[in-house]
Every structure is written in structure tokens, then in C-alpha cells.
């Protein structure tokens, strides 16, 4: 994992951390190419995050899970640089936004990735 990888999955949990989720490192024996990490809200929503050193491709078994999660309505993400973070980021910052107890959450601008 290169520096970049790193710091991004480090700052997501720390920002996720934050707002009251979790960020979980999901592994799944016997199912290869399933997302890195798993993102769980306060309201129960479940996003998943594949994290990827930017400008690499995913692999075959990647791009069939993250259709696959999709298809099946889940919440999928490709995060490798900083605009699709804010991308994943903003995402969950909605999710946060509709969920009833959910406390109104500060603009991503202040987090610098």
C-alpha cells in the first residue's frame, strides 16, 4: 500500500470515526476481490469501500463485486485519490443527513486529504 493509500484510508477512519461509524476492515474467506473496508452508520446503512492506489485498474473479481453490490442496492465505492474520498465522504454525510438522530455534520472542506 503506497503512501497516498495509506493516508487515505487512515484519514476516511478518522473522519468516519468521527461521525459516529465504523470503518471496518472486511474480509471474506473464499470470496476474492471482495471490498476492503466496510463503512456502518449509526442508522444501520452499510457501505462498502474498495481502496486502490491511484491510476491502477481493478482486478476482474473487483469490478464483478462492486457490480454485485450495487445490483443488490449497497453502496460502493472506489476510493484512490482525494476527489473520489470526498466522493465516499459525501455520500456518507447524506446517508448521516436523512437518518433522524443523526446530528447535522460540518462541510467536508474543513478535512484536507
Known amino acids: 500500500m503506497n503512501k497516498l ?10 473522519i468516519l470515526d468521527e461521525w459516529g461509524c465504523l ?3 472486511f474480509v471474506s474467506p ?6 476492503d473496508r466496510m463503512i456502518l452508520t449509526p442508522g444501520g446503512h452499510v457501505i462498502f469501500v474498495e481502496l486502490k492506489q491511484e491510476g491502477k485498474k481493478l482486478r476482474p473479481l473487483q469490478v464483478y463485486w462492486q457490480k454485485t453490490l450495487k445490483r443488490m442496492h449497497f453502496a460502493a ?11 465516499c465522504l459525501g455520500y456518507v454525510n447524506e446517508v448521516l443527513r436523512r437518518e433522524e ?9 474543513k478535512y484536507d486529504f
Do not use: I, Q, T, W
Open 5 to 14: 493509500e495509506r493516508d487515505l484510508e487512515k484519514n476516511l477512519g478518522m
Open 77 to 87: 465505492f472506489v476510493v484512490s485519490d482525494r476527489d473520489s474520498a470526498r466522493k
Open 101 to 109: 438522530d443523526a446530528v447535522e455534520k460540518e462541510r467536508l472542506d
Open 30 to 35: 473464499g470470496h476474492a476481490g471482495v471490498p
Open 23 to 25: 470503518y471496518l476492515k
